[in-house]
């Protein structure tokens, strides 16, 4: 099925980047009017969203949105916070300038008179240094506001995540090869940092979520991005499809990851400057969504499990996207832009 005429929407070339063409490719099918589920099927339904609220020492944990009364008034958010968890995050978060408001530290790990855990020991002496305040609190402390389990000794309060405007991931974008990616009301907190993770390491210009029914920069998405959080512009908007027509007239062409598509990731154009969408865990890609994509793409499988969560199927776009910019830059005797 031919790709339908895109001539009604702006192609406004930017900075660096060249305007979005008439034509991506040839005879490729754009994403049809099913019910389509992301490229992750079934086999996330099960996956249930962390809590991004906690209480801990008295103290509740917010992501960072305002929170209102019962009489409708926004009361004051300033005395809350995000949680850090893991050394490779705190450690990230201190080498980026994360404000840290404390850090909580396993009691005893660092005393002159317990077995010496050096890198432990090591980022401890660099909070103190920076003049962080550092309380030793049981395990028992740190594993009930850990998301996971995998504290590693050590958590730091900081203030909520700033997440970025949609335009500024826009300017940031300013080669003929960008990613951005787009997730369609990811829920899971682990999923989201996963693929932040992915998005930084393929050099992606930013990550685009909901600010509605979907997964924020709590302590999960910390630790499972390694930092990576701290890398990349995440920005947070009202409307999604909205933000994708934003995309296109920024030069982007857009491609949605769904099981339903006719044509595989391989056969696909994922090169140039592209928005990646990627669905929820359980409903996919929503009708209104898809229906702003350009085109779509499966992964292709052999094997008899339905297919990948949104995680590991996002790590799999992001680097055939990369691989096929580097391919494609090689044939044309193109230095990395």
């Not at 900075?15 to 019910?35: H, I, K, L, M, Q």
């Not at 389509?36 to 249930?48: Q, V, W």
């Not at 809350?80 to 994360?98: H, K, P, Q, W």
Request: net charge positive; with cysteine.
């Amino acid at each position: 099925m031919a790709k339908p005429n895109s001539s009604k929407r702006a192609s406004a070339s930017r900075a660096g980047g060249s305007a979005r063409p008439d034509s991506r490719f040839g005879n490729s099918a754009r994403g049809n009017g099913c019910n389509a589920k992301s490229s992750t099927g079934r086999s996330d339904r099960n996956e249930r969203s962390g809590r991004r609220t906690k209480y801990s020492n008295g103290v509740r944990r917010s992501a960072g949105h305002p929170q209102r009364s019962a009489r409708g008034s926004v009361r004051d958010t300033s005395q809350l916070y995000d949680l850090i968890e893991g050394r490779r995050a705190c450690t990230e978060a201190l080498d980026t300038g994360v404000p840290i408001a404390k850090a909580l530290v396993l009691s005893g790990a660092t005393s002159a008179h317990s077995a010496a855990d050096a890198s432990l020991k090591e980022l401890v002496d660099r909070l103190n240094t920076a003049g962080i305040s550092v309380e030793e609190v049981p395990r028992a402390i740190l594993d009930s506001m850990s998301s996971h389990g995998a504290h590693q000794g050590i958590m730091l309060r900081t203030r909520p995540f700033q997440y970025a405007e949609l335009n500024t991931i826009i300017q940031r974008a300013t080669s003929k090869n960008e990613l951005v990616i787009v997730l369609d009301h990811v829920t899971d907190e682990g999923n989201f940092g996963a693929i932040v993770r992915s998005a930084e390491v393929v050099g992606a210009a930013g990550v685009v979520i909901a600010k509605a029914r979907a997964a924020r920069v709590g302590t999960a998405a910390y630790k499972t991005s390694a930092g990576a959080v701290l890398h990349l512009p995440i920005a947070q908007v009202s409307n999604l499809a909205s933000a994708l027509d934003e995309l296109k007239k920024a030069g982007f062409w857009v491609v949605g990851s769904t099981e339903h598509a006719t044509q595989n990731v391989w056969e696909s154009p994922m090169n140039g400057r592209l928005a990646l969408v990627m669905g929820s865990e359980g409903n996919g890609i929503s009708q209104l969504v898809l229906k702003k994509c350009d085109f779509s793409c499966k992964l292709p499988q052999r094997g008899s499990v339905e297919s990948l969560n949104v995680a590991q199927a996002a790590t799999v776009m992001c680097y055939e996207w990369m691989r096929q910019v580097t391919c494609k830059q090689a044939a044309l005797g193109e230095a990395h832009e």
